[in-house]
């Protein structure tokens, strides 16, 4: 069988039968999911099952069951997408033109003669 969602009319009139109620639900085999909405009188039960058999349980200790609705449960929400990483500007270099030395090492010069015969480093 597959996965059921049943909604069902049911009289809640005072704490003991809320407790009554959800007691037996919850021994049929296969209840996935069980709520109970006081406000409304709706019992929500989710599971592999056929709603009558809940219904048959529920008039067990005497409820007037009817059932509202049968139907596939809510799908799980989605998790949400992150959203997307803002795009990362690119650098931009307000660098000035470093010099080739600074004042504290030595300036090196090569000379050389102009007949080619060697050269004067300094």
């Known amino acids: 069988m597959t996965v059921k969602k049943v909604e069902i009319k049911v009289d809640i009139n005072c704490g003991k039968c809320n407790s009554a ?3 037996a639900v ?3 085999e296969g209840v996935n999911h069980i709520s109970l ?3 409304k009188n709706i019992l929500t039960v989710v599971r592999t099952m056929d709603p009558v058999c809940v219904a048959s ?3 067990k200790i005497k409820q007037k069951p009817v059932i509202i609705s049968v139907g ?4 799980p929400p989605e998790p949400p997408k992150p ?3 803002p795009e990362q500007p690119k650098p931009v270099c307000n660098c000035k033109p470093m010099s080739p ?3 504290s090492c030595d300036v090196v010069s ?3 003669y102009e007949s080619g015969s060697g050269c004067t480093i300094h």
Not at 72 to 75: G, L, T, Y
Request: hydrophobic fraction near 30%; charged fraction near 30%; aromatic fraction near 4%.
């Open 83 to 85: 959203p997307p990483a």
């Open 26 to 28: 919850t021994v049929i």
């Open 110 to 112: 090569v000379t050389t």
């Open 57 to 59: 349980r529920l008039k």
């Open 101 to 103: 030395y600074c004042a």
């Open 72 to 75: 596939p449960p809510p799908k």
């Open 21 to 23: 109620i959800l007691e």
């Open 37 to 39: 909405d006081e406000e």
